[in-house]
């Protein structure tokens, strides 16, 4: 990257990094890691310890304090089942057990691990996921007010990892527009930020139209920094889902023949000349420059907007980008 890498990496060094391998996780949680561990396995126990560390850099202001431990947990239980469905969908093709565990959030009565074609095991393990966030969420004393929404939001969320799965199986389908437009709610923004509100007392709910414009901006900004920090791996994968790779592909940096060879053999011969050829383009610049104009544009709602600092929550963003710029090739 250029000099706007630059700004974002500074003040994340070593140390800071090894602050995250040492965060402790819940004793709460840990149970459900210690399984996960042994039955999935896809990802390595930084990205959960990068995750609860985080989370109260961005959360919104009118969070009451005496709930944020609840809170951060919760936000840790729904990052699993999402990254779970995610590496489901994406990492496995597995649509029996993506169809199965969609259910989950909203009856997970209607799930059956025995189903023919579905891992079992992993739609027994969500559920426990699930059960364990639904005992957090539902003791915030907003719960029931914003339940709907946190629904409709987790709705959104399932529906960007379906699209990124077919992505990967269409790929003359995907398009950096759809990306805004669906994948962008992989980032969980909005529910993690219902999850605060069910917890916020004081929060001023006629300010919600206005909250979730900001919110969808800076879900955008949350998917630019994890485009920048994972396109390499996902690439030496075979995922060329990443608007990295997409962006690259439309502006006739990188061929599809280039893209379709990456997917079919994904190798150090074949993967390598595209990361080259992305990097030389600049095309991590590109996104960073949309973050600053996302940034730029939360801005204003400052002034319309009480209940919630809305400054607080965009400094708490760029420390995440700034976390994503530091960490790459570690989640």
Known sequence: M?????RFAVDIDDETLTTVREQDLPESVRPLLDVYDDV?????RFL?????????TFSLSCLDDARAREVRNAKLTASIFVTVADDVAERHGDRATFDELTSIPFDHRRSDPERRDVDGDVVRFLTAVWDEFSALYDAGPRSREF?????????QTLQAIEYSYLANRYPGLVSERELWTYDAHNMLVFPLAGIDLSNAPSFDSSELSSLRQVLDRTQRMARIGNWISTWKRELAEG??????????????????EQVQTVRRNPTDRTVDPVVEAI????????????????????????????SVDVGAYLEGFETVLRYHVASEGEK
């Open 2 to 6: 250029g000099d706007t890498d630059q």
């Open 40 to 44: 999935i396995g896809d990802r390595d």
């Open 48 to 56: 959960w310890q990068w995750l609860y560390h985080l989370f109260p």
């Open 147 to 155: 339940a709907e929404l946190l629904q409709f939001d987790l709705q």
């Open 239 to 256: 995922d060329c889902s990443s608007g990295v790779v997409v962006h690259a592909l439309e502006n006739d940096i990188v061929s599809p």
């Open 279 to 306: 990097t030389d383009a600049g095309v991590e610049d590109y996104f960073l420059d949309r973050w600053e104009a996302e940034y730029e544009t939360v801005g204003r709602y400052e002034s319309e907007i009480e």
